[in-house]
């Protein structure tokens, strides 16, 4: 990887930034981002959260991680928490862990991630990876990536 961002990438990465601030501050006003609670299970969660496929996958650089990083805090100050990664997206799920510890809010994510391989073993241990990427004990919500 050579830490240029195509200009596709950037203008994904802009709006979802310019996104999050600006429905980021009537949330703040408001005291609280809107919720919806999800169906059987009773959790409620925030109707704003980030994708993580394409864009966010990239190496350790903080020039290269610094507005993703940026993305987070805006989000997390706004009352998000939603992070849908995938071990598909590249370094996603190792970017997303490493900003979230960093920023001290990998306790209040609601993570979800997705599982893709072939039999039960091999899916056990690409959920047990993702764990350890993300830096947390649990995950939240668990797809299946291409079924």
């Known amino acids: 990887m ?3 961002v195509s200009r596709a990438a950037f203008l994904r990465l802009m709006a979802g ?6 429905l980021g501050q009537p949330a703040l006003a408001a005291g609280a981002m809107t919720r919806r609670i999800v169906p059987k299970t009773g959790v409620s969660v925030p109707v704003i959260g980030v994708g993580t496929a ?3 996958n990239m190496g ?3 020039s290269d991680r610094a507005p993703h990083r940026e993305i987070l805090r805006l989000l997390f100050d706004a009352g998000g928490s939603v992070v849908d990664t995938s071990p ?3 370094n996603a799920e190792t970017v997303v862990g490493d900003l979230l510890r ?3 809010l990998g306790d209040r994510a609601f993570f979800a991630t997705k599982v ?3 039999g039960k073993q091999k ?3 690409q959920m047990e990876k993702s764990l350890n990427l993300l830096h947390t004990d649990h995950l939240d919500l668990m797809q299946v990536h291409n079924l």
């Open 2 to 4: 050579t830490g240029e």
């Open 17 to 22: 930034a310019g996104a999050v601030a600006l």
């Open 54 to 56: 394409r864009a966010w």
């Open 60 to 62: 350790k650089r903080p």
């Open 88 to 90: 598909m997206y590249g």
């Open 102 to 104: 960093d920023l001290g």
């Open 116 to 118: 893709w391989a072939t």
């Open 123 to 125: 899916g056990i241990d």
